[in-house]
């Protein structure tokens, strides 16, 4: 593993470390964390709506800066009722998809995709205390 890391990925993973202290304060509720409730792939789910949301964003201009008038399929689809909701969006109380700019997004699905990641650590060592080697 390096050592050193160049001073602008530090700033983006100290973004990151941010956008998911926010989502922290956002979902804490009396010290229990709302994210080991959504154990189904939702967190994984919104961190890939966000992280193809972008992509759309970036294939269009690069459409546009080339000058093509090939309109580029979207990665992301939408729902046909809601077209501001992406169809794979999770039917979560109180979470919204918003639409935000290619670097934005992004960082939120990094933010999200931390977030399964540490829901899945937490179920790990769960499983392990049940188990009896925990202890």
Same mark, same amino acid.
């Given at each position: %593993?390096?050592?050193?890391?160049?001073?602008?990925?530090? @700033?983006v993973l100290a973004?990151?470390?941010?956008?998911?202290?926010?989502?922290? /304060?956002?979902?804490?509720?009396?010290?229990?964390?709302?994210? #080991?409730?959504?154990?189904?792939?939702?967190?994984?789910?919104? @961190?890939?709506?966000?992280?193809? $949301?972008?992509?759309?964003?970036?294939?269009?201009? $690069?459409?546009?800066?080339?000058? /093509?008038?090939?309109?580029?399929?979207?990665?992301?689809? %939408?729902?046909?009722?809601?077209?501001?909701?992406? #169809? @794979?969006?999770?039917?979560?109380?109180?979470?919204? $998809?918003?639409?935000?700019? /290619?670097?934005?997004?992004?960082?939120? @699905?990094?933010?999200?995709?931390?977030?399964?990641?540490?829901?899945? #650590?937490?179920?790990?060592?769960?499983?392990?205390?049940?188990?009896?080697?925990?202890?």
């Open positions: %593993m390096p050592t050193r890391t160049r001073p602008e990925t530090k @700033a973004e990151i470390g941010e956008a998911r202290l926010c989502l922290l /304060s956002e979902n804490a509720y009396q010290g229990e964390l709302r994210d #080991d409730a959504h154990d189904a792939g939702e967190i994984a789910a919104a @961190a890939g709506c966000y992280a193809l $949301f972008a992509s759309d964003q970036l294939l269009e201009a $690069f459409h546009q800066r080339r000058g /093509s008038t090939v309109v580029p399929v979207p990665r992301l689809v %939408m729902n046909k009722r809601d077209p501001t909701v992406p #169809d @794979a969006w999770p039917a979560w109380t109180g979470g919204n $998809f918003y639409r935000l700019q /290619s670097r934005e997004a992004l960082v939120a @699905a990094a933010a999200l995709c931390i977030a399964e990641i540490e829901r899945l #650590d937490r179920l790990a060592v769960r499983k392990l205390k049940e188990s009896g080697y925990g202890r």
